[in-house]
């Protein structure tokens, strides 16, 4: 337990003391100051697969778990592990006040494995600052928002991955199409024309096959879900999870237990199984009365994957952006301005009602 309880322990530089902070693309911590840098040790095992069904027997317990602070945003329900030194207490989904006093301890199941950091936050700053000057009838305050390096924050986001190894036994019809000539009455006259018709056929077999990586969010709040075009990392790039990489970062605590990750992993293990057993049937069509799923030797991680985000108030409504600490891919749901967009469709209506009037 000795390396757990110091996961949470000041990392300080050990030229001028100050507190040192990972630096993305790498695998190092950097000092602000006085540019001192020190390599986080890799360790020597690959990160760890959990088995999932003795662990949901003792889950409650302390095993693989650790206790981390937390600051619970009361508007939007996130849980944010905030180093000491971060200079923001606003929540980094919806930017309500968080009460440093209102720190509470939990513990958590502790991180198998993480995706660090490729960009750092003058690199997403620019990309959001871009991505804001091309977008039209922008808000002049969204703008002035992009200038604002501070308004962006960088999370690590808890997600759960699922491996099994899945067999599946099914019944069901394959349809070939094939094509009858039909003759129809037209104002021209007689007419033929193809139709599609199906011919089905029993089917029946089994498929068999590793199911790896299915993943599912661990964050359940009541802020909008990270957009499908940002939420794609290459998990390739996972590494052991090492608590230095954290430094400089928030972290978010799972609010989908264990036991709610995998019944939803289930729900995405059935969709594959149907989608092989469609290929196994083959013909140009499926049909599948009933499919008996198995799946064995189950394990689990808990992950933290890296994305940065801002939020911005416009018209009494909330606007969020992400980027992929990863890839630099950006998405979000943009306000536009009411005032720019009449005065806009004043000028065209006077640039048209000046060239009616040079016209006669």
Known sequence: MDDIQQSEYKKACANCGAELKFKPGSHQLTCEYCGYEEFIEQSKSSFEELELEHYLKIVGENAYTETIELLHC???GANQHVEENY???NCVYCSEPLIREDIEKEGWILPGALVPFQLDSKKAHSIFKTWV???WFAPDNLKKAALDPEGLHGLYIPYWTF??????????QRGDYYYETQTYNSKKGKRTRQVRKTRWTYAAGKVDGFVDDILISA???KRKEIP???AFWNLKDLVVFNSKYLSGFVTEKYTVSLKEGHHKSFQEA????YNWIKRDIGGDTQRVANADIKLTDERFKHILLPIYLSSYRYDGKEFNFYINGQTGVLSGNRPYSFWKIFFLVIFILVIIAII???AK
């Open 133 to 135: 000057g091309k977008i």
């Open 228 to 230: 499908a075009k940002v």
């Open 87 to 89: 200079k923001s207490l």
């Open 163 to 172: 491996d099994a190894n899945l067999f599946a036994s099914y019944q069901g």
């Open 270 to 273: 059935k969709n594959i199984a």
């Open 356 to 358: 009616a009037i040079f």
């Open 74 to 76: 009361k508007n939007c």
């Open 219 to 221: 964050s359940e709040k």
